[in-house]
């Protein structure tokens, strides 16, 4: 294996039904059977979450004000963490959930030593809630958290298979990048994460890996240095 410790950021849609909302088990359980495989080889694994199957800050209305809707995805993730959670659990694996806001009846706090601790432990941490504040996204959540347990690469699994120069679902042509700089992505405006969050990558100097979670050992892939989706870095 090329990396010893990842980051994996997962999208809420990647769990959803196929009507886009809620939790569909089979496409977990798929998930869960990948962590486990690159859990199996002993690599340390963080896990960050999205919302969007549940709720997002821009579906808003402009009365609603806009802390109150961030704090509302922060939610939605935490129910994605404990339901991945409940998964790896029933298939045997050692995991905690974290969450950047305190919800102590339901999980841990997010604390760097509590979480450097589970590592050493052989535990797959979830951290939920993003950064824990507004005006930030989960991507922003994993640079940080990447960067802050150290972490070797950032692993974006996505819905598409990498990153494009424009929407390959609107542009039959669109060019897709095997790998591109940081400020590359920046500059030209692409998609890959929010510039907060690749601008946090560049400046720790922590490689970002999208690819579509659908292909087969996607994740194991990526982990083991095979060439697969777009390197960012």
Request: glycine residues 10%; contains cysteine; aromatic residues 6%.
């Amino acid at each position: 294996m090329k990396y010893k410790r990842v980051v994996i950021k997962l999208s809420g849609e990647a769990l959803a039904t196929e009507n886009g909302f809620g939790i569909d088990s089979e496409k977990v359980a798929l998930v869960v059977d990948q962590i486990q495989k690159v859990h199996n080889l002993g690599v340390e694994i963080g896990i960050i979450i999205g919302g969007g199957n549940f709720w997002r800050g821009r579906q808003a209305d402009k009365e609603m004000n806009r802390t109150t809707a961030d704090h509302m995805g922060m939610l939605a993730t935490v129910m994605n963490a404990l339901a991945l959670q409940d998964s790896m659990e029933r298939a045997g694996l050692p995991v905690r959930v974290q969450t950047a806001l305190t919800i102590s009846k339901v999980a841990e706090p997010y604390i760097l030593r509590k979480a450097q601790h589970h590592f050493e432990k052989g535990r797959i941490v979830i951290f939920a809630c993003g950064t824990g504040n507004p005006y930030f996204s989960t991507d922003t959540g994993a640079a940080l958290r990447a960067a802050e347990i150290g972490a070797e690469v950032l692993i974006l699994a996505k819905n598409v298979d990498g990153v494009y120069d424009s929407d390959p679902k609107i542009n039959k042509n669109a060019k897709k990048y095997d790998t591109i700089s940081y400020m590359e992505c920046i500059s030209k405006g692409l998609k890959a994460m929010d510039t907060t969050a690749i601008t946090m990558c560049m400046d720790n100097d922590i490689p970002i890996i999208t690819f579509s979670l659908m292909e087969k050992d996607s994740i194991l892939r990526a982990v083991n240095g095979e060439k697969i989706g777009t390197y960012i870095g």
